[in-house]
Nanobody
Framework: QVQLVESGGGLVQAGGSLRLSCTASRDIFTFNSMGWYRQAPGKERELVARIFGGRGTYYADSVKGRFTISRDSFKNTVYLQMNSLQPDDTAVYYC????????WGPGTQVTVSS
């Protein structure tokens, strides 16, 4: 069973930065892709950023130019660097890994105060 553990969430003022980490229990290159999703209160979970087995990445329009997804294969970890955070970025952020199955982490709370 694959385990994903997120960390790095917290409370930050608008304009600030946070870096989220997602560490997998196996080699991250065994996954077709890994991604970050978020879910704000009363809203559906949405894709924020995704990184593929090659070098491809995808970003939601709302975070382009502010968020960067990256990975460290030696640490089996995917990161989400979040800059210029805004109150609308407040949500629980989840890590997802996809191969033949999907795996989700438990989530980490990000709160941006105005």
């Amino acid at each position: 069973q694959v385990q994903l553990v997120e960390s790095g969430g917290g409370l930050v003022q608008a304009g600030g930065s946070l870096r989220l980490s997602c560490t997998a229990s196996r080699d991250i290159f065994t996954f077709n892709s890994m991604g970050w999703y978020r879910q704000a209160p009363g809203k559906e979970r949405e894709l924020v950023a995704r990184i593929f087995g090659g070098r491809g990445t995808y970003y939601a329009d709302s975070v382009k130019g502010r968020f960067t997804i990256s990975r460290d294969s030696f640490k089996n970890t995917v990161y989400l660097q979040m800059n210029s955070l805004q109150p609308d970025d407040t949500a629980v952020y989840y890590c997802k890994a996809e191969s033949a199955r999907e795996y989700w982490g438990p989530g980490t709370q990000v709160t941006v105060s105005s």
